[in-house]
């Protein structure tokens, strides 16, 4: 884990697990390229919580790939998100590991509901927090039949949300739904 020397706050999570994701990512095919089957299960994430952001995110050593991208203006970028803005006025499916959640959750291997994440101290420092305005998150992995976590999905909002309990629930409904996915295809059946 790395802390912030100066508040001692957990900043991101040591993923020991990385190496097999990356292996297990590239067997499966997924998490280096957008996927229309991504896109649209975003999109029906996005629907189903009312969030304008949604992911199907996927992590290697060094960074995230949103795979699967759901924005309210459609638009997205194959630049890498800098923190402080997206590219032409679109969301970039590329981050740096060490912003936003998703690698807690990858890492914890749980969902995370976050409804101000100005209220954690652990989670407010993170640089989406700041430059991008992220206030809300609701995430869980994608935890596959060999138990690699993959990824995750999410949704995030840049007003706090009161996702509580169904919100929980729906994020880790709408997670198995896509590992089931994810294996059907993988077994030819999709």
Sequence with gaps: MTYDPTG??????????????????????????????????AERLAKVTGAPYSMVNFIDENQQFFAGLHTPNGTHSTEKLSATAAVGGGVSRYMARDHGFCPHVVVRRKALVLEDVCDYPRFAGNP???????????GAPLIDRTGTALGTICVVDTEPRPWGRPGLETIKSLAAELVERIHRREDGRL
């Design 128 to 138: 989406v927090v700041d430059e991008l305005g992220i206030r809300s998150y609701l």
């Design 8 to 41: 001692h706050l957990l900043l991101t999570p040591v993923d020991r697990e990385a190496p097999l994701r990356v292996r297990r990512l590239r067997q499966l095919g997924i998490g280096e390229r957008p996927d229309p089957d991504f896109d649209a299960f």
